[in-house]
């Protein structure tokens, strides 16, 4: 059992889970972490139990506790700093070269913390063996020579460039000159 587990069990609520959610539920109160989407809600059903009236409700300081708790458990709190703050890709233009380098941790990280790595009940699936980490490194830069398979006229590492392009396009950026 997690610690937040153990915490929301001494707050008296009950753990639920499926697929893509973590339920806590205490009398009327639920609190839920939807997985695929990297959120919470917290809300008090009220009525008829087929059509009950979903109202926020006032958390203590030991329920935020226990929720950001779960939220590390996750990832989600580490993951946020590291993609928003820390930046694991690290871009700099020299030479009229675009270059782009990731520290091989910081890529075993994003395996790591990745959500097809993520199951639901049991947490994280699969973990890269210390004497396999060239291995993994190999593999994933086959992945990103392979072709697309969305689109077969592109390679993997292409796809970020071609949806970049796509959002210039249909955003008539400043900086490009458009057909009439």
Do not use: H
């Amino acid at each position: 059992m997690s610690e937040a587990d153990k915490l929301f069990e001494e707050l008296r609520y009950k753990k639920y889970t499926s697929e893509d959610c973590v339920m806590y539920m205490k009398d009327l109160f639920t609190i839920t972490f939807i997985i695929p989407n990297k959120t919470f809600i917290a809300e008090y059903k009220q009525g008829d139990y087929n059509f009950p009236k979903i109202r926020p409700f006032e958390l203590e300081m030991q329920e935020l506790k226990a929720i950001n708790l779960k939220c590390k458990e996750l990832g989600w709190i580490e993951e946020w700093y590291s993609m928003k703050e820390k930046q694991l890709m690290k871009f700099k233009v020299e030479d009229n070269k675009l270059k782009m380098e990731i520290k091989i941790n910081d890529l075993l990280f994003l395996f790591k913390t990745s959500e097809a790595n993520f199951d639901g009940d049991s947490g994280q699936i699969a973990k890269v063996k210390k004497d396999n980490k060239e291995q993994f490194i190999n593999y994933i830069i086959e992945y990103l020579q392979e072709p697309s398979y969305d689109n077969e006229n592109l390679v993997n590492w292409a796809e970020p460039f071609e949806k970049a392009f796509y959002e210039i396009v249909e955003g008539y950026e400043d900086f490009c000159k458009y057909k009439d």
